[in-house]
């Protein structure tokens, strides 16, 4: 099993243009994740889904959007980016809710000029 | 404030020492998680837990649910140890499993 992947691992985009992140994971999982990791703070939910077909926002969900399409992908997209959003990105998934651990992705670096 | 604080924020050791890394939390959680972020970037879960304590080779973490208190404790220390480490609180009642996340520790073990 390859657990939960992320494209790309690195990133350059200039303010304004547009990318999407994809996670992957092979472990059947319901719930998935997408944080940001910014220098000095620790971990910030973005979006997450508790199914497929479903999204919710967390803490800070402004200037992205997800998709959760099929059950193993959930997207994270950057419509017009801005240097604030500079940052490593990392996807998880779960079984469920409370009680089950996360899994990480191994993180998606973005730099935005 | 930071829901969930973490202390010390640095901390430098011998190989062979025993560590302590401690956790405060000021919000209800259902659970507790540790986990590891290796230097290369990558994150693992070490431990969740909701009461008592849980042993994984070296490592042991204990949670007071009343003190709202956790540790993580690393025995005879080696530099392979040095990482990252970061509490994360499984926010109580919320059934999505979202985790308020600690500033995390950097442990650098020398050897």
């Known amino acids: 099993n390859a657990g939960v992947t992320q494209t790309p691992k690195f990133r350059v985009l200039k303010t304004g243009q547009s990318m999407t992140l994809l996670c992957a994971q092979d472990m059947n999982h319901e719930y998935m994740y997408w944080y940001r990791q910014d220098p000095g703070m620790g971990l910030r939910l973005i979006h997450y889904s508790v199914g497929e077909g479903t999204t919710a926002k967390g803490e800070v969900p402004d200037g992205y959007n997800v998709s959760r399409l099929k059950k193993q992908n959930f997207l994270l997209g950057l419509e017009s980016a801005a240097p604030s959003q500079t940052s490593v990105y990392f996807c998880?998934?779960?079984?469920?809710?409370?009680?089950?651990?996360?899994?990480f992705g191994p993180g998606t670096r973005l730099t935005v000029t | 404030k930071n829901e969930v604080e973490q202390s010390p924020q640095n901390l430098t050791a011998q190989e062979g020492e025993f560590i302590t890394i401690n956790c405060s939390y000021s919000?209800?959680?259902?659970?507790l998680h540790w986990l590891q972020q290796h230097p290369g970037g990558g994150i693992v879960s070490l431990f969740m837990?909701?009461?008592g304590k849980k042993k994984h080779g070296r490592l042991i973490a204990t949670i007071n649910i009343q003190e709202k208190h956790s540790s993580l404790h690393i025995t005879a220390s080696h530099p392979r140890d040095s990482a990252v480490y970061i509490c994360?609180?499984?926010?109580?009642?919320?059934?999505?499993?979202?985790?308020?996340f600690g500033k995390g520790t950097k442990l650098s073990v020398k050897p």
């Open positions: 994360a609180g499984m926010n109580y009642g919320g059934s999505q499993g979202n985790l308020i």
């Open positions: 998880a998934s779960s079984y469920g809710g409370t009680k089950y651990e996360q899994y």
């Open positions: 837990l909701s009461s």
């Open positions: 919000v209800g959680i259902s659970a």
